[in-house]
């Protein structure tokens, strides 16, 4: 071959092929792509500017004459809106037929919410590969809701009266405190006590009691209540005293006198009494202790049961003589320290209690929502006319408190004892079941117990509220005075609950609670107000007769008196029983609260006039 040929050739390829590469890399990729569809944005535009009245549809001009639609003016989506919040079946029926019409090849679907309500397709949503999908929000629609009619709220403006109780604990309080069979208890000494106690001044006091439980078994005991004297003579365990008639609103005064001692701390009082007031509650930070003279080392044992977090504690004794504090938690007591008066007054500071507590390894955080004892020893041995005077108290501050929602209506009552078993010795049983009722939608503070006890040995001791075990020994330590219990929410969830509830104590073989002599007491609120509720046909109220635990009864009318009272249908009537619902404390159908025609206001409202009250989002959705 000529060499000159084959150059020439083998130039040509190469050129060839530059070429062909110039022309691949700087000659543009042409690519087609399918136009965007148009078609899901325009039915969402035609279902919410196009009248039900003037749509084209067969199936929609029979829901007309059928009476189903009423609405001409409504747009094509509100009617299927409307359906698919009350008539599932018509909204996919009225949506499908709406599709059907449509001239188009491509994937449609309609979505309310997460469902898929209707779609004109040939090929199934879950194999799709691309979606695009518009959006609308439609407000006054849910499913399972109403579209139109009207939704109501109650409140109370004022009460007529409420029936509440003022509960006033004793303590164990007495003289010639020394040695008692390898404890110790009250000596033999005389003792005078004065217990304080106010009722509200617009009080109307329907009854008064006095349980009075002195230190020994038939010791002598004078009572008396402003000044009146009510019993001279010997109580065996205890007694109780009828003293309605000599309780007032304002300051009250109750005296007992033990010729050999004091009181063993089962003691109460109880007022109840009605009020217009909505809220007699009031936070305590001062807890005083009662006046008291006696002979030898007085006594005094303070209770508290405080529910919140504590930030700082003071005692204070009004006394001439030297005092000593002891606190005591469970079955562990701490001595504070010993003090001699300085003008009249002996104080611990906080300082001082809080390092005491936290020696003993019990912080201020362990303390809230279990009770706690202050103990109080003034004088010495053979001591004449040792006392403690007013102004001596125990001062507790508290972090925070439990919020009390506004407007809440605040019911103190005494817990009736159920059910009792297993008789240890006198009243006193082994097991015992207390129960009481909380209305709906109530907030409960506390309930807590005083206990009258009796033991003739150690024994087993457990406490459970609504099954829920609070205190169990063992493996918890024995208390020798189970005289005291309470629980709060923070105790322990489900210790309550709306509806009934219980309180058991169960005891082993050799210790017992008297049924008479102890006392259960419920503080909660209840809320003077219902929101609005569910949508009915109308508001017209009507005509009711509320019942009364005094056994009266009144009649309300609000808005039309004619209208028939039907909570099932009338938005107005249904607001009213949601409240009644929340004041009937015991679920008899009665209130212990009494209310008449002007303790209501009623608020309503058209909810076809408030479209955002709810909503629901729509789509149309092609795919392919």
Not at 11 to 25: C, G, K, M, Q
Not at 67 to 84: R, S, T
Not at 245 to 253: D, K, Q, R, S
Not at 457 to 481: F, M
Request: charged share 20%.
């Amino acid at each position: 071959m000529n060499k000159k040929s084959a150059f020439f050739s083998m130039d040509a390829l190469i050129a060839l092929f530059i070429i062909l590469l110039v022309i691949l890399l700087v000659y543009p990729k042409i690519t087609h792509q399918k136009p965007k569809s148009n078609l899901n944005e325009d039915l969402i535009n035609v279902l919410s500017s196009l009248k039900i009245g003037e749509i084209n549809n067969s199936y929609a001009q029979d829901l007309i004459s059928s009476g189903k639609i009423k609405d001409m003016n409504k747009l094509v989506m509100e009617q299927i809106g409307e359906f698919y919040a009350n008539n599932m079946t018509e909204a996919k029926f009225l949506a499908q037929s709406i599709l059907a019409q449509m001239n188009t090849s491509e994937n449609i679907g309609i979505w309310f919410g997460s469902e898929m309500i209707a779609s004109k397709n040939s090929s199934s949503y879950e194999d799709s590969k691309n979606i695009e999908a518009e959006r609308q929000v439609i407000s006054g629609i849910e499913k399972g809701r109403a579209t139109s009619g009207f939704i109501a709220k109650a409140w109370l403006k004022k009460l007529v009266k409420k029936k509440t109780s003022l509960i006033v604990r004793g303590d164990l309080m007495c003289g010639k405190w020394g040695p008692f069979h390898g404890s110790e208890y009250c000596g033999s000494a005389v003792a005078r006590i004065n217990y304080s106690f106010f009722v509200p001044e617009n009080a109307n006091i329907n009854s008064a009691s006095w349980l009075a439980e002195p230190s020994w078994i038939s010791q002598p005991t004078t009572l008396w209540i402003n000044g009146s004297k009510i019993f001279d003579g010997q109580i065996e365990y205890f007694r109780i005293f009828n003293i309605t008639n000599l309780t007032h609103p304002g300051f009250n005064i109750a005296q007992l006198k033990g010729e050999w001692g004091g009181e063993d701390g089962a003691s109460h009082i109880i007022v109840e009494y009605e009020t217009p007031d909505l809220q007699t509650f009031q936070y305590q930070n001062i807890f005083p202790f009662n006046e008291m003279t006696t002979t030898g080392i007085l006594y005094h044992e303070k209770a508290l049961f405080i529910p919140d977090p504590i930030s700082s504690m003071r005692v204070q004794a009004n006394t001439t003589f030297k005092t000593k504090l002891e606190f005591r938690r469970g079955s562990q007591t701490v001595v504070v320290g010993t003090k001699t008066p300085s003008s009249g007054l002996v104080v611990f500071n906080d300082t001082e209690i809080k390092t005491a507590l936290n020696n003993a390894g019990i912080p201020y955080s362990s303390l809230n929502n279990n009770y706690m004892f202050f103990i109080l020893k003034i004088g010495t041995d053979n001591q004449a006319n040792v006392n403690i005077r007013k102004n001596s108290y125990v001062q507790v501050n508290t972090s925070s408190y439990q919020e009390i929602p506004f407007g809440s209506i605040d019911i103190n009552q005494k817990i009736n004892i159920k059910s009792y078993s297993n008789l240890l010795l006198g009243d006193s049983y082994k097991n015992l079941l207390w129960e009481f009722y909380l209305p709906r939608n109530s907030i409960p503070m506390y309930a807590d117990w005083q206990l009258g006890w009796i033991s003739t040995g150690a024994s087993s001791q457990e406490a459970r509220a609504n099954s829920i075990i609070l205190y169990q020994s063992p493996p918890s330590p024995y208390l020798v005075a189970f005289s005291r219990f309470a629980y709060t929410n923070q105790t322990n969830s489900g210790v309550f609950r709306e509806g009934l509830n219980n309180f058991t104590l169960t005891f082993g073989d050799n210790y017992g609670v008297s049924v008479n002599a102890s006392l259960g007491s419920l503080l909660y609120f209840v809320r003077s107000f219902v929101n609005y509720g569910e949508a009915f046909e109308k508001a017209a109220g009507g005509t009711r007769t509320i019942e009364f635990e005094d056994g009266s009864s009144r009649i309300i009318s609000i808005g039309n008196p004619a209208d028939s009272w039907d909570p099932d249908t009338d938005a107005v009537d249904d607001a009213v029983e949601r409240l009644l619902s929340q004041l009937d404390s015991d679920d008899d159908g009665k209130l212990d609260l009494i209310i008449d025609q002007d303790s209501l206001d009623i608020g309503t409202i058209d909810i076809s006039g408030v479209p955002y009250i709810w909503n629901t989002e729509v789509q149309a959705r092609s795919w392919s």
